[in-house]
């Protein structure tokens, strides 16, 4: 960061209305005046800020010195060389397309953690051991509101392994789980985790390198999930339901292997091409580099052919202690990254692209690829 103390005004103008704005809500929960709000209406995803205090542009606590948003921000000028030198001590080369970090295989153990979980129920697994093992306090998550039916993402706070399968599983549309975030502190958490896509995964290691105060000391961990874009929420009634006949309530799970794949309670079971799907790749990910959440502790994705088993990135000294205790408890197995080099690729060949997406006319670091192709 630099001396002129850069506030909403820059965030506003920079990121808000640029295009770089992923909409992971982290300006709005480092907010101490309370002066930013969250618009989910018709795909939007953004926050913004109420018409008092400086107006919807500015912000008269920030003339006054507050920073705090641009802190919060896993966008703002250069964050990605911020983040990885308070995270791992040093830039990221190159060569690590999809950042630092060590690759390999996992999954749950638990039979039920396996099959209630995606691609084997890794970070379900991890979220409840680290809960029942004193390591967090709870942790922000995506759940489907009411019972399910509309299929909605909205975030939630998890504290037991019971409300852990509870929301279990891929969405496919974006949900700010930061929002979630005084929840948990009002009900006395002091280590959160937070679980989500690369623009999520990213704000702990933003609040910290910038030194955000409370907020970022009490987001302790960061689970991130391998993602090249979510969807807004009228992919279910134009595409899903108007294309296929396939209606929101009837929808019991979803993945992506290449294709969307749709299963219902009726037990039938749908693909519908990735292609057709591009149209309603929501706003916020358009311009998104980080295809591997590379600033989690761990990250993970089931982007494998092993459908039962997760591909995991431990990147941290803190993701790899939480893996070992994991192994060491029996609670997941492993086995190296090597055993699916196609998975491998894919995870180089999905961090290239999503690295391209990052404006010429933003900060460089983002789009820094190797000079040939591996």
Known sequence: MSLEKPH??????????????????????ACPHDVLEYDSDQGHYKPFKLEI????????????????????????????????????????????????????LARAVDPLVNETG????????????????????AALVSGLEGDGSTWRAEPRVVRTREEVLGTAGSRYTYS??????????????????????????????AMQARKAG???????????????????????????????????ADIKKMNIKGVFQIWTHDGAYYEVPLKEAHAYTREGCQHCPDFAAEHADISAGGIGAFSDWTIVIVRTDQGRELLASLVASGVVETR??????????????LARLSRKRWPEDAAPDPRRLPVTSA
């Open 214 to 248: 409370k907020v970022a000391r009490r987001l302790s961990l960061s689970i991130g999930l391998l993602c090249s874009k979510s969807f807004d929420d009228a992919i279910f009634e134009e595409l899903f339901e108007g294309t296929y006949g396939i209606k929101r």
């Open 336 to 349: 190296p990254g090597d055993d699916d080099p196609d998975a491998i690729a894919l995870l180089r060949k």
């Open 118 to 137: 995606q691609d084997g129920g890794f970070v379900s697994a991890l979220l409840i051991h680290a809960l029942e093992n004193d390591v967090i306090d």
């Open 53 to 104: 205090d400086g107006g919807r542009e500015d912000c008269t606590h920030g003339e006054k010195g507050c920073t705090m948003c641009t802190r919060a921000c896993p966008r703002f000028r250069n964050w990605e060389s911020e983040i990885d030198t308070h995270r791992f001590a040093r830039p990221r080369e190159d060569a690590e397309v999809f950042g630092i970090g060590d690759v390999m």
């Open 176 to 205: 700010a789980n930061l929002l979630a975030y005084p929840a948990a502190v009002e009900g006395g958490a002091e280590r959160i985790a937070v679980v989500g896509m690369g623009c999520m995964a990213s704000t702990n290691g």
């Open 8 to 29: 909403w005004r820059e965030l506003f103008t920079e990121v808000v209305t640029s295009g770089l704005c992923t909409g992971c809500a982290g300006c709005i929960i």
